[in-house]
């Protein structure tokens, strides 16, 4: 063949209608308008705004001489950190060797899906990327649609309806929370119930935790601890520590699922062998959790907490609906009272709706439909996250709330982007 020739194309089709992840994608977009020179309020794209801790800086940097492979699960140091960690916040009962280390809990998820062979159960709305991910592999998706009232949360008895419809199927369930989009959480009598629903299915559950520690009361409950013997629990360095770059996560497996552990041990040995050396060390020092990082946590939650409320309070005022955070940096409005306006304006969809923001208002959202929700329903995704997290810290500090003369003054953006909302409506 003539290497002046066009080479064949030969493409996955479960590939096709598949587009770069939509978080990444508006957080591409923000940028370049930037630089372009517009203002733009920056709530498409979910990153912490806080910098990694210094101790744990100062752990990278110690470490950062280490080039050996680790072995493929992690750093024995990291995973007894990781079991002491979680059991000591769950009630739960893992030894070390039940952990798997990855380069963000994002590739392990992937793993999971590539392991396991069976059906991805999932709300709408959802994190973007968990449907994705089964459509390349092949898997086939069942979202279960929740009520603004259950806070978007998937309820015992919908779970229940789905799994009578063919009892015996396979199912794998992923529950993250607080929740990617909605900022909200589950109730220790959800997860219970949710648990007994599972165990009477054989349901493997996903608990992705990876917001946990951004509870804002600081309350750290798992459908492990109610249904051990099914649950993987999901984590990482990314939301809590500032350090999403950093690439670092987690499984943690029951014993009883040790073939599945095995399976995707080696998947990750055939695909990235092991996770960062200093990034391991580091992250060992990030679970310890000493007095130094507790403090860093306290403080950024009862930030995220106050700046959630304020926008939440400013949005509901303007006519638009959501449920009231309770974890995370993330809001979940509905403009959906607005629809008639909208469409008098050729604005159809939510995709729509948020291109106009954009382009009008300078402010960035993904619209509902990257989550599973119906394009017209104009919902969309809010990340509160456009402020300096270490300024905020330091300005933070001595105290434990945040007035709306504080967020005005130390988050300019949050506040100017909560009126600019509020501004094009009107408009």
């Known amino acids: 063949m003539r290497f002046d020739q066009e080479l064949p194309t030969v493409t996955n089709q479960n590939l096709f209608g598949l587009s770069t992840s939509a978080t990444l994608a508006i957080n591409e977009r923000s940028r370049a308008l930037m630089d372009a020179g517009k203002k733009v309020y920056r709530f498409g794209f979910g990153q912490s705004p806080f910098p990694v801790p210094n101790s744990v800086v100062e752990s990278l940097r110690e470490h950062a001489h280490e080039k050996d492979y680790l072995p493929v699960q992690g750093l024995p140091a990291l995973r007894e950190a990781l079991a002491s960690f979680i059991n000591s916040h769950t009630g739960t009962r893992f030894k070390s060797s039940q952990f798997l280390i990855g380069p963000g809990s994002k590739e392990l998820m992937f793993l999971l899906q590539l ?28 979202r279960l649609d929740t009520l603004p009232e259950n806070g978007l949360l998937i309820m015992p008895d919908e779970l229940e ?8 199927r396979p199912r794998l369930l992923v529950l993250n929370y607080p929740a990617n989009p909605t900022g909200t959480t589950y109730s220790e009598d959800n997860l219970r119930d949710l648990a007994m629903v599972a165990r009477k299915y054989r349901i493997i559950v996903l608990s992705d935790e990876i917001y946990s520690e951004l509870n804002f009361q600081d309350k750290r409950v798992s459908i492990a601890y109610y249904y051990p013997e099914g649950t993987i629990i999901s984590g990482g360095l990314s939301k809590w520590c500032g350090a999403g770059g950093w690439r670092l996560g987690f499984f943690a497996f029951p014993e009883g699922l040790k073939r599945l ?14 996770t960062s050396a200093p990034i391991q060390y580091a992250a060992t020092t990030a679970f310890k959790m000493g ?10 939650r009862f930030i995220l907490r106050d700046i959630g409320y304020y926008m939440h309070r400013k949005l509901v005022a303007a006519g638009i609906t959501m449920p009231k955070p309770e974890g995370g940096f993330y809001l979940f409005p509905s403009f959906a009272a607005h629809k008639e306006l909208f469409q008098s304006r050729g604005i159809e969809t939510d995709r729509d709706m948020c291109q106009a923001l954009l382009e009008e208002a300078g402010v960035a ?7 599973g929700c119906s394009s017209d329903l104009f919902a969309a ?3 509160y ?3 300096d997290g270490a300024a905020v810290l330091e300005a933070a500090t001595g105290k434990d709330a945040l007035d709306d003369a504080f967020i005005e003054t130390h988050c300019p953006q949050i506040a100017e982007g909560a009126k600019a909302i509020c501004d094009w409506l009107k408009k």
């Open 161 to 168: 309806a789905l799994c009578e419809q063919d009892p015996s």
């Open 381 to 383: 995704r809010l990340s």
């Open 385 to 387: 996250v456009d402020f």
């Open 291 to 300: 007095p130094d990082i507790q403090e860093y946590l306290k403080t950024a």
């Open 115 to 142: 392991s396991y062979y069976g059906e991805l159960v999932i709300p709408a709305p959802s994190w973007v990327s968990y449907a994705p991910q089964a459509q390349i592999i092949g898997r086939h998706v069942r």
């Open 261 to 274: 552990q095995d399976a995707m041990t080696v998947c990750a040995s055939e695909t990235f062998t092991s």
């Open 365 to 371: 959202l993904l619209p509902g439909v990257e989550f």
